[in-house]
């Protein structure tokens, strides 16, 4: 209990760091008065605009309203659409959630399989095979595969239709269709690292004594493999996924233009394009959050699978 409440501290204070660290940023990046009043923009009405939103008042206190008002869901109001960002960012998020767990949910299952089924395999050569192909296959960036997934199943074999997006409320089946294949281009990159990792770590525990001794005992290669290679050897894996999990949201911000998918990742690119702030800083905030928490939940895990992590803390 006190490992985790000791968690949930640091959480929470690197996302108060974090988030007060990025509202400055964007506070000394531009001011938003000029963009708010357009061609109208004189000194007197920047002044007077400046001050009826408390733009002169010390930084922490606007930052601590701002921090009140997101915790509560109030994000702001963007400067381009005069729309509350959280109705602008929230239903995009649940789409660019959706995608990360997809190709997270991708990863876990094909690459514990491949990787298990690596480790056992007999013959020498189909494993080296295995292994120059998810050496190429890790060095081909997600955004690729994308644009190689669009042009062969979208604009040859049609088996879907680039931009006819379906929301969740329309059409579930067609939303989790229209996703699995930007899913599949973020998930084959990790699924090769991830294969690789479990390969080595899961080989090296096979060469340790306790291994040899369970086989002298009359334990099967399976039984060995799934149960106590795997098994101790899962550690760094369940790390690398954490930060895979943290790192794939970020991916979706350039599959999402790829696959032209409505969620935070082209909100965020036309918001920097315009400077609207005020979206961009929620956005970088989520993110923020996303990332930190992925990593918190893992931190949490790794006492389950392994009790020895807990005596040490």
Same mark, same amino acid.
């Given at each position: 209990?006190?490992?985790?409440? =000791?968690?949930?501290?640091?959480?929470?204070? $690197?996302?108060?760091?974090?988030?007060?660290?990025?509202?400055?940023?964007?506070?000394?990046?531009?001011?938003?008065?000029?963009?708010?009043?357009?061609?109208?923009? $004189?000194?007197?009405?920047?002044?007077?605009?400046?001050?009826? +939103?408390?733009?002169?008042?010390?930084?922490?206190?606007?930052?601590?309203?701002?921090?009140?008002?997101?915790?509560?869901?109030?994000?702001?109001?963007?400067?381009?659409?005069?729309?509350?960002?959280?109705?602008?960012?929230?239903?995009?998020?649940?789409?660019?959630?959706?995608? $990360?767990?997809?190709?997270?949910?991708?990863?876990?299952?094909?690459?514990?399989?491949?990787?298990?089924?690596?480790?056992?395999? =007999?013959?020498?050569?189909?494993?080296?095979?295995?292994?120059?192909?998810?050496?190429?296959?890790?060095?081909?960036?997600?955004?690729?595969?994308?644009?190689?997934? $669009?042009?062969?199943?979208?604009?040859?074999? &049609?088996?879907?239709?680039?931009?006819?997006?379906?929301?969740?409320?329309?059409?579930?089946?067609?939303?989790?269709?229209?996703?699995?294949?930007?899913?599949?281009?973020?998930?084959?990159?990790?699924?090769?690292?991830?294969?690789?990792?479990?390969?080595?770590?899961?080989?090296?525990?096979?060469?340790?004594?306790?291994?040899?001794?369970?086989?002298?005992?009359?334990?099967?290669?399976?039984?060995?493999?799934?149960? &106590?290679?795997? &098994?101790?050897?899962?550690?760094?894996?369940?790390?690398?996924?954490?930060?895979?999990?943290?790192?794939?949201?970020?991916?979706?911000?350039?599959?999402?233009?790829?696959?032209?998918?409505?969620?935070?990742?082209?909100?965020?690119?036309?918001?920097?394009?315009?400077?609207?702030?005020?979206?961009? +800083?929620?956005?970088?905030?989520?993110?923020?959050?996303?990332?930190?928490?992925?990593?918190?939940?893992?931190?949490?895990?790794?006492?389950?699978?392994?009790?020895?992590?807990?005596?040490?803390?």
């Amino acid at each position: 209990m006190k490992y985790v409440l =000791k968690k949930a501290i640091n959480l929470i204070l $690197t996302v108060v760091l974090v988030s007060f660290l990025a509202f400055c940023a964007f506070q000394i990046i531009g001011d938003p008065i000029a963009r708010m009043l357009g061609a109208e923009a $004189t000194p007197e009405k920047i002044a007077q605009l400046r001050e009826e +939103l408390g733009f002169n008042r010390p930084v922490m206190t606007r930052y601590l309203e701002w921090a009140g008002n997101f915790l509560r869901g109030d994000m702001g109001i963007s400067y381009s659409y005069k729309l509350p960002v959280a109705e602008m960012v929230l239903p995009k998020l649940g789409t660019t959630v959706a995608l $990360t767990l997809m190709a997270f949910v991708l990863t876990c299952v094909a690459s514990i399989s491949i990787g298990v089924f690596q480790v056992r395999l =007999k013959s020498a050569r189909i494993d080296r095979l295995m292994t120059v192909a998810n050496q190429i296959i890790m060095s081909i960036p997600p955004f690729f595969i994308g644009i190689l997934f $669009t042009c062969f199943f979208g604009l040859v074999l &049609h088996w879907f239709t680039p931009g006819y997006f379906v929301s969740f409320k329309e059409d579930p089946a067609g939303f989790f269709g229209y996703l699995f294949l930007p899913a599949v281009s973020i998930a084959i990159p990790k699924i090769s690292q991830c294969v690789k990792m479990l390969r080595s770590q899961t080989g090296a525990e096979l060469e340790k004594d306790y291994i040899r001794t369970a086989y002298s005992r009359g334990m099967n290669t399976g039984f060995a493999v799934n149960y &106590h290679a795997l &098994h101790n050897a899962i550690i760094p894996v369940i790390s690398f996924l954490a930060v895979s999990l943290a790192e794939m949201l970020a991916s979706c911000i350039i599959i999402e233009q790829i696959f032209t998918i409505p969620g935070i990742g082209r909100l965020l690119l036309s918001s920097i394009s315009s400077r609207d702030f005020t979206v961009v +800083l929620a956005i970088v905030v989520i993110l923020v959050i996303w990332v930190i928490v992925v990593n918190y939940i893992a931190d949490i895990i790794y006492p389950l699978v392994d009790p020895r992590i807990k005596v040490s803390k």
